[in-house]
Nanobody, 115 residues
């Protein structure tokens, strides 16, 4: 399976962006898709996750109420709507799936929030 992220960019504090993770090679209906981020000099951290079939989701505390994860089964994609962005949200964002016991990552998309 291949994952491709898109939608990153430069926004001001308080702005919004929507990231998309498009999967190809197989359906992701029964899998959990996660969004992670990595800021310069920091470890990669989990931001949000969704189990596509059931739409159960979870969020890192610092993004609760600001970020919303969703899936589009028809398009085989998972999106991350990010509102009220803060400079500390600046990072490269990656989507991930544990598929047949192997972790797959996209190439990442840069999100930069200016103050």
């Amino acid at each position: 399976v291949q994952l491709v992220e898109s939608g990153g960019g430069l926004v001001q504090r308080g702005g919004s962006l929507t990231l998309s993770c498009a999967a190809s090679g197989d359906r992701i209906d029964d899998y959990a898709i996660g969004w992670f981020r990595q800021a310069p000099g920091k470890e990669r951290e989990g931001v949000s996750c969704i189990t596509v079939g059931s739409n159960r989701s979870s969020y890192k505390d610092s993004v609760k109420g600001r970020f919303t994860i969703s899936s589009d089964n028809a398009k085989n994609t998972v999106s991350l709507q990010m509102n009220s962005l803060k400079p500390e949200d600046t990072a490269v964002y990656y989507c991930n799936v544990l598929y047949r016991r192997t972790n797959y990552w996209g190439q990442g998309t840069q999100v930069t929030v200016s103050s």
